[in-house]
Structure formats: C-alpha cells, structure tokens
C-alpha cells in the first residue's frame, strides 16, 4: 500500500490542473456574431478560425485599442446636397459611369468613395445604389480607355456598409477618373437599378484635386440635392468628430443688416496660400432641430490676401457665392491658384439673416478657419480681428482658429476620411473574431465541466483510497498483533514447554553423566533456538536457518516434544512441494504442528499420537491425532483457540473431532493452488 505522501500526488496534480484550466479561461466577448452572407464572411470565418487562441485574443485587443483612437461615424441631419444619381434601370447590369475631370495630369495617390446613405426601416442605414460590382479607371487625354486601378466585385465584401471606401492608386498619373459599373445594386425603396454616391475625392498627396472639378456621367437625375456637381461639393454625409481634443464652441455674432462684417488675419510670414476651409457652426444636439446648416454663413463674401497689412496689394483668392441649402455643409472647402500672402481678409458681402418679429437680424459665425500653404493649416491658432464690436464673450473671434470644433480636434480631412474607411474594417472583423472566441471559449467550458467532474471523481476516489488504506492498515495492524501473539505462544511457548521435559528429563537421570550431558546440549540447543526467536519475534521470517527444510525441522521437533510418547510423523507427497511454498506459510505450518505437539504432551495424558502430513499439487493436508484424555462425552468438539488463531493467519480449515481411540483428532487443509501461496 502507497503511503500518505504518496497519496497527496494525485491530490496535488488534480489541483494543480483545476488552477490551470481555470487560469486560461478567459470570460466570453462581447459582440454579435456576424451572418455570413458571402464570400467576404466565409474568408472571415475561414481566417479567424485558423488563429490559435492567443492569437484571436491579441487580435482582438488590437482591433479594440484601434477603434478606441479612431473617428466614429457620426451623420448629418438636416437637408443637403445628396450626390449624384443615374437615371433608373430595370436591368442591373445596364452600365453606368460618372467621370472626374482634373485640372492636370496630375499623381494620385488615393482615390475615396463615399456611398449615398439610406435610413432603412428594417436594416437601419446602408449604401443606397452602391455598385456590386465596378472598376476604377484612370487616363490622361487622348486615352479613352484608360487604365483599371482596381477592381471590386461582390465578394470582396464592400456591402452593407455607410463607410467611405479608400483605394490606393501609387501616384499613378492621370487627369481624369471615372467609376464605371458593371452591376449595379436596388435602390431599397421601389428595387430599380442606380448608380449613386455622395462624394468623390481624389487625393494627390492632401490635397483633393477632383474638388469643384467638370463632372460627366452616362446619365443623371437631377432632382433636389442630387446634381453631377454634388459629386465633388467636398459635402459629405458625415460630421467630423475626433476622438481627441477638448469641445469648443464655435463663434457666432449678430447684428444689423446694415453693419459692416469683416475678418482679418496675419500669418506672419508670406507664404503662398491654394486652399481654405470654412467650417460652419455645430447645430445643436436636439432632435429636430432648429436651423438649417449653415447658419451664420454668410451667403457670398470675398477672400483676399496680400503681403501688406493695409490690404493696398490684395488679390481676390476666391468669391464665395452660396445661394441654396445645397451649397452649405458642415465643411466649405475652396481651392484656388496658389498665391503668396501674409494677410488675409474675409469680407462679407451678403449676410446670413434670420427674421424675428418685424426685423432683419445678421448673422456671422464660423466654427474654424483653415488656411493652407502646402498641405499644412498656417493660420493654426493665430489671432483673428473683426470689424466689429465683440458682444459675446462665450464666443470669442479666438475659436476661429483652436484647431477645434464641437467634438474635438479638427483633422485633415484625408485622415478623417481614411478613420472611417478603417473603422468600418475593424468593425467588420471583429464580430467574427468574438464569433470564433466565444465558440473556443464555449468548447472550453465544456471541456471544464469534464475535467469539474474528473477533479470531483478523483477527490472522491482518493478519499476513498485512503480510508480503504487507513482500513487496511489498522487490519495489518490487527493481525501483526495477532501473529506477534502467536508467534510468541506457539514459538517460545513450545519451547519453554520443551525446555521444561527436558529438564525433567535432566533431574531423573543426574546418576547418568553420559545421558545428563546429552540432555544438556539439547537444552542448550532449545535455549539458543529460542533466544533466536525472540530476536525475530516481530518478523520470524528474517531469522536465518528456520523452517528451511520444513519437514526435516517437524521431524527434529517431533523428537524433541514427544520424546516420551510413542508415535511418529509420516509424509506423502513430494518434499519439492514444500520447498515451493512460501516462507511465511512454511513457518505457520511449522508452528501450527508445533503447537498440536505441545497440546498433546501438556494437556492429552496421551501414551500415543499419530501425525500423518500429505502434500498434492493442489492441497496440503496436515492431521494429529492421540488417545489421550480428549473431550468430555458431553463437551461439544472445538478447535482449541490456538490452533484456530494460527489457522486463520494461514487461511485454511481446521476442524476437531473426537479420535477412534477416545483422544482428539485435529485435521488443517490448505489449498496451495490459492493466490499467494506459492512463491
């Protein structure tokens, strides 16, 4: 049996595994699954489950640490050009086509597409007339076919989406791009084929050299807010808003119509200017609300710079001339040739009015003015000066130039547009991601629960284990106790017993020198062959010389114990059958006859015995018998306590009856074909 050490092994390793598994497991994501509606899903699917879950873990940190940097889509409200629509097909592979022409031949490096966005009942908002499946074509003139920069069909997975979509062009060069369909996809209310969008930018390095471009199409709807030239107004449907940068509120003044409304700002240096962003006052958060876009932009003013602060040099660098609805967005964006200034003057001619009551009140307010000078904002946070009175402090002319506006910190509009390109990306990586690990984590609590109920299994099994060993430990010790008991009784008893005879044996014949002597050597002998015992009562086994020969050594002790009684010890069978039991059964059998003699010459007052031991393949018997005393006619026939305490240490039967000749006969039968009994 394994000792308690031993024992806590399996304890150990079964808590060590439990610790283990419940360390690894982590809790289930957040997300819902995406549905997989084509190609683009399945190669999702197909690439999240090759990732090992380490992977999918830092994958998924990763996509999440992005999205928390990156621009949210956030959507106008309010009414503004739409796009550019074609007209209506029932064929969905009709082709239709809407044409950029540039400037110049000029190197472009991206190219963006903003869909035309649709509040659906059911599906909330998507593309509306997004193509399926279109090219992307670059040329210069006198190259009317052009060249393909990419090419986009429905499993690249483009749809559903709000989000611009970004191409990478390499600075090819070129002086127009046209989108070109090649199946168109329904519109979401009556299901007829269009080809719409809201913007088309093309970038060369930052700046956007299709804005305010000629615009052809192979046909066109020209309805309220869509118009071929709606395609390159620079308005697109969402509201810058960063991630970064503290809110500030845009600066706004009324006044009388009559007043005179003027803007100045000195760069401090010359350097030459091409492009200017208005950004026009954040409309309050409630739902509706209570202007239109624009408000406070004037509707036409003049932009002048000149390199001399009394504006004797000024050139005019653009006139603003925004009639409708449709020509305000949250971002105006106006380039021209590029000039030299250090001063720039805005000057407005027309105000944006608003009447309450009986009278005409003017309004002016911008939320940002951006000057540019090679892709880089050179009127970043420099002080603005009006014309005018300033009456409210809570919008100071200082706003103008923060870097801000209601949300945060203004971006370049390439960025902005490329962090939401990104962020519709991640967005549609992620749910397969938490998809795949909330099915990893699923197969791994059920793999938990198993090992819960193994780990449950293997306390309950190693509980019982060591009850069972502490049972079988306290019946070692039982019949330790037993053995040591009758060894003691059978060895030592015997032989004191035999010690004794012999001494009588000594005192009858001290006129006998020759007899005396020998009887002395042979109390001698008992005497070493007891003090013998005794060293190895605990383990009679390990005493060297005992019980090798086993019928020789009943023989010696026949002679010995019944030197006075007549009788002998016979032997059938094979003494080689002997010599094949093992040590311990040996010494009970020696012991068990030993104490059948000692029984007999003490007790029996028997002139007589007989002692007949036979040995099988099989069995082993051993019977004694004598004519002594015996048993009371009236007494019932036991095993004397002995005998049957040493029995039991063997595991065989015993039984007593009454001899032929009045005395006892005690028969032991042992099978030696049980397990254990041979070597």
Wanted: proline residues 5%; charged residues 25%; hydrophobic residues 40%.
């Amino acid at each position: 049996m394994p000792g308690i050490h031993e024992l806590r092994l399996p304890i150990v390793a079964s808590l060590l595994l439990w610790n283990v598994v419940i360390g690894v497991l982590p809790q289930a994501r957040s997300g819902e699954p995406a549905k997989a509606s084509g190609a683009s899903d399945q190669r999702m699917e197909a690439n999240a489950s090759q990732l090992s879950l380490a992977e999918l873990e830092r994958r998924l940190d990763a996509i999440d640490a992005q999205l928390d940097r990156l621009c949210p889509i956030s959507l106008r409200s309010g009414v503004g050009g739409v796009g550019i629509r074609s007209s209506v097909r029932a064929d969905p592979y009709a082709p239709e086509w809407f044409e950029v022409e540039l400037a110049a031949p000029t190197p472009i490096h991206h190219i963006v597409l903003v869909p035309t966005i649709w509040r659906d009942t059911k599906m909330g908002l998507r593309a509306d007339g997004f193509p399926i499946e279109f090219r992307v074509v670059v040329g210069s003139d006198g190259d009317g076919e052009g060249t393909v920069v990419a090419r986009f069909t429905e499993k690249d997975g483009l749809l559903p989406r709000i989000a611009p979509v970004v191409i990478e062009c390499s600075g090819v060069v070129a002086s127009w791009v046209r989108i070109e369909s090649v199946e168109l996809s329904s519109r979401l209310w009556d299901s007829m084929y269009v080809l719409q969008l809201s913007e088309l930018f093309v970038f060369s390095g930052e700046e956007n050299v299709a804005q305010n471009r000629p615009v052809k199409a192979s046909s066109s709807s020209i309805v309220e807010g869509r118009h071929p030239r709606f395609l390159v107004d620079g308005f697109v449907p969402y509201l810058m808003d960063a991630m970064q940068g503290e809110q500030s509120i845009a600066f706004l003044r009324e006044g009388n119509v009559d007043e005179h409304y003027e803007l100045r700002i000195d760069l401090g240096r010359t350097v030459p200017v091409n492009r200017v962003h208005l950004h026009a006052v954040d409309l309050s958060d409630t739902i509706p609300q209570a202007n239109l876009d624009g408000i406070g932009i004037p509707r036409r003013m003049i932009l002048e710079g000149a390199t001399r602060s009394d504006f004797s040099n000024a050139v005019t660098l653009h006139e603003f001339h925004l009639p409708t609805v449709y020509d305000l967005g949250p971002i105006i964006v106006r380039r021209f040739p590029r000039t030299p200034c250090r001063y720039l003057r805005l000057t407005v001619v027309e105000p944006d009015t608003v009447r309450r009551g009986v009278r005409s009140i003017a309004r002016i307010g911008f939320a940002e003015i951006e000057v540019f000078s090679q892709g880089e904002n050179v009127a970043l946070h420099l002080p603005v000066e009006g014309s005018f009175e300033k009456k409210n402090p809570n919008r100071p002319l200082s706003a103008l130039t923060d870097g801000r506006n209601f949300y945060g910190t203004i971006l370049p509009v390439r960025e902005w547009l490329f962090d939401l390109a990104r962020r519709h990306d991640l967005e549609v990586e992620r749910p397969f991601l938490v998809a795949e690990l909330n099915r990893r984590y699923s197969r791994q609590r059920g793999q938990l629960l198993w090992l819960t109920w193994l780990a449950v299994l293997l306390a309950v099994g190693i509980g019982v284990t060591i009850l069972i060993e502490r049972m079988v430990r306290m019946r070692q010790l039982a019949n330790l106790k037993e053995r040591f008991a009758a060894d003691l009784h059978d060895e030592l008893g015997a032989n004191l017993h035999v010690i004794g005879l012999l001494g009588d044996l000594a005192q009858a014949a001290v006129g006998s020198p020759e007899k005396l002597k020998g009887l002395h050597q042979r109390i001698r002998a008992m005497t070493e062959r007891s003090g013998t015992a005794v060293q190895y009562c605990t383990n009679i086994l390990e005493a060297k010389g005992l019980y090798q020969d086993l019928y020789d050594d009943m023989q010696r002790t026949t002679q010995r114990i019944m030197a006075d009684i007549d009788g002998e010890l016979s032997f059938k069978g094979d003494t080689q059958l002997l010599e094949r039991l093992k040590p311990r059964t040996r010494a009970d059998l020696f012991l068990f006859y030993k104490e059948c003699l000692v029984n007999i010459s003490r007790h029996s007052r028997a002139t007589h015995f007989c002692a007949r031991f036979e040995v099988t393949d099989r069995q082993l018997v051993l019977q004694v018998c004598d004519n002594g005393q015996g048993m009371s006619a009236a007494g019932a026939v036991e095993v004397p306590p002995s005998l049957q305490r040493r029995a039991k240490l063997l595991g065989a039967g015993v039984t007593a009856e009454r001899g032929e000749l009045g005395g006892m006969r005690i028969e032991l039968v042992l099978r030696t074909r049980k397990w254990g009994r041979r070597r």
